[in-house]
C-alpha cells in the first residue's frame, strides 16, 4: 500500500474531522463513541465486498460468493487490515483498555475500522466510500480462489464434529413437492452434540441438504 | 402509492431491460435467473435500511437498531411491497411453480424483490438505488416507533420458552475482566429444550446476559 499522506491516514480526505474522530472512538472513552458508526459501517462492507465478487465472479453462485464474503469480512481480516492502516495508535481508548493493551485487540480494531468506513460514506458518500474499501481489501480479493472458497456445507459440518470427535450428522427427508421440472426437496439435518437440528430446501436433495447443514454451522457457530 | 407509468414499474427507468428481466427470472424458469441478483439486493437493502435508521434515530442504539432492521426486512414485509408493487405478475416462473401459485409465495416474491432492487442499483448507482427503495419502505419506516422495536433478547427468549411451556434458561457468570473504569463480563446462557447455549460478553453483566441472550435466539431460529 502507497504511504498516505498524514491528512488521508484511510486514504481518504476528511471534510468532517468530527466524524473520523467519533469512528475512532471506542465504548470505553465515552460518548459520542464509534458503535452506531459501526452499525452502518458493517453494512457498508458487507454490500462493497458483495458487489466486488457478484462483478469480478460473474458464474459463482450465491452460496460460493456468501462463503467467500464470510472469508474476507470475518473479524482477524478486518484486524490485520486496520494494522496495516496504522489504526491502533489513533484509537481513543479508556483507561482501562489502554492499560491492558485494547489498541491492539482484534475485535476493538475491526470494529473501529467499520466505523472508519461509516463515516467515510456519511463524509463523502457511497462511491468514495467503496473506493476506499475496495483499496483496503483489493489483495484479500486477488488473493482469493472461486475454487477454494471453502468447502460445501456438509464437508464443513462433517469435518466440523470429526475434529470434536462427536457423532456425524443424520439427515432425514422431509418431502418433494412441485412437478418434475421444479421440483422442491426438504430435508432435516440433524446434530446429536450438542442437539441442533434445522430443515433446508432446494431444487434437489443434495441442495436442501447443503442448506440445512448450512443452517446447522451457523447454530453451531453461535453456541459457545 | 401513486400509479407508477408502465415504463417505471418499480418507480425506476431502467436504460437495461434485460437487467430487470433477469430480476423477474425465478430459477425454475432456467437461466439467467436472479439469485445472484438477490444475493447483491440482500446487501443493498440491509445498508439503505441500516442507512435510514442510522439519520431517522440519531439517539439509537446498535442494538435497537438491528432489531428494527431485521422488522422491516423480514420475508412477509418483502412479500408485501412486492405485491403493493404488482410484482407477482411479472415474474417469470418455471411451469410447475406456475401451475402451483408460485407467483404469490412470500418466498419467491420475497427473493425477486431483492433482485429488483440490484437491479436498479447496477443499472443506475447507488443513489438512484437507495430512492426507489425508501419510496417503498417510507410507510414502514414511519410506522416503526423505537419505543416499539421488539423487546429486549432475554424477555423475548423468555416469552418464546414460556410460550412452548419449556423450562427458562439458566444465566452463569464466567468472569469479569479489566479494571473499573472498563469492566467486560462473560456469561453463558443455557436453554435445555432444544439443548442450546451460548456465551456474551458486555460490559455490564446485563449486556453480557443480553448478548447471550440474543445468540441463542440466533440459533432456536435457524433449528428447525
Avoid at 472513552?29 to 462492507?45: I, Q, S, T
Avoid at 453462485?61 to 487490515?81: F, P, Q
Wanted: include cysteine; charged fraction near 25%.
Amino acid at each position: 500500500m502507497a504511504a498516505a499522506r498524514p491528512t488521508e491516514p484511510f486514504g481518504h480526505r476528511f471534510g468532517d474531522q468530527g466524524l473520523l474522530a467519533q469512528a475512532l472512538t471506542h465504548r470505553s472513552a465515552g460518548a459520542p463513541h464509534n458503535e452506531r458508526l459501526e452499525f452502518l459501517g458493517d453494512a457498508l462492507l458487507d454490500l462493497i465486498i458483495a458487489e466486488a465478487l457478484y462483478q469480478r465472479w460473474p458464474r459463482a453462485d450465491e452460496g460460493a460468493m456468501t462463503r467467500a464474503r464470510a472469508e474476507l469480512v470475518r473479524e482477524s481480516t478486518l484486524a490485520r487490515i486496520a494494522r496495516g492502516l496504522e489504526l491502533g495508535p489513533r484509537l481513543m481508548l479508556g483507561p482501562g483498555e489502554m492499560k491492558s493493551g485494547g489498541h491492539r485487540r482484534d475485535s476493538i480494531l475491526s470494529d473501529a475500522l467499520e466505523a472508519v468506513i461509516a463515516a467515510i460514506h456519511l463524509d463523502a458518500g457511497f462511491d468514495a466510500c467503496r473506493q476506499a474499501v475496495l483499496a483496503w481489501f483489493r489483495a484479500d480479493l486477488d488473493g482469493l480462489e472461486i475454487a477454494k472458497v471453502g468447502k460445501d456445507a456438509k464437508t464443513r459440518l462433517q469435518e466440523w464434529l470429526q475434529a470434536r470427535q462427536r457423532p456425524l450428522p443424520v439427515y432425514e427427508l422431509l418431502g418433494e413437492s412441485g412437478d418434475d421440472h421444479a421440483k422442491t426437496f426438504g430435508v432435516r439435518c440433524s446434530v446429536s452434540e450438542p442437539q441442533v437440528s434445522a430443515e433446508g430446501e432446494g431444487a434437489s436433495r443434495r441442495a436442501a441438504e447443503q442448506q440445512a447443514a448450512e443452517a446447522v454451522l451457523a447454530a453451531l457457530d453461535k453456541v459457545g
